[in-house]
């Protein structure tokens, strides 16, 4: 099993950055997709970016030049830079992890049926 532990949240101000890291530890996958999601209060949770063991990358519409996944395998940490926040990225910030030879999208039922969670970290902008 696959244990994940969110870090670098805070408090920032409308246009300010925050790097998140998600540090691995457990069972390696050879093969795997690790994504980031966040959800508000009283919405869902969603996808915003994830990488796959290839290095590729696939973003949502929403954060799409503003935040970057990166992974650094040595340290077995994913990162998300987050430039030019804004009051609406305010959210409980999560990352996952499964085994898979690709990533494909952000199916929501197939993150919670097949993937290892995180606790979360808080991110707050405010205006």
């Known amino acids: 099993q696959v244990r994940l532990l969110e870090s670098g949240g805070g408090s920032v101000q409308s246009g300010g950055s925050l790097r998140l890291s998600c540090a691995a530890s457990?069972?390696?996958?050879?093969?795997?997709?690790l994504g980031w999601f966040r959800q508000a209060p009283g919405k869902e949770r969603e996808g915003l970016a994830n990488?796959?063991?290839?290095?590729?990358?696939t973003y949502v519409d929403s954060v799409k030049g503003r935040f970057t996944i990166s992974q650094d395998n040595a340290k077995k940490t994913m990162y998300l830079q987050m430039n030019n926040l804004k009051p609406e990225d305010t959210a409980m910030y999560y990352c996952?992890?499964?085994?898979?030879?690709?990533?494909?999208?952000?199916?929501?039922?197939?993150?919670?049926?097949?993937?290892?969670w995180g606790q979360g970290t808080q991110v707050t902008v405010s205006s």
């Open positions: 990488i796959d063991s290839d290095g590729r990358t």
């Open positions: 457990g069972n390696t996958l050879r093969k795997y997709c």
């Open positions: 996952a992890a499964r085994m898979s030879d690709y990533c494909s999208g952000f199916s929501m039922s197939l993150w919670y049926r097949l993937g290892s």
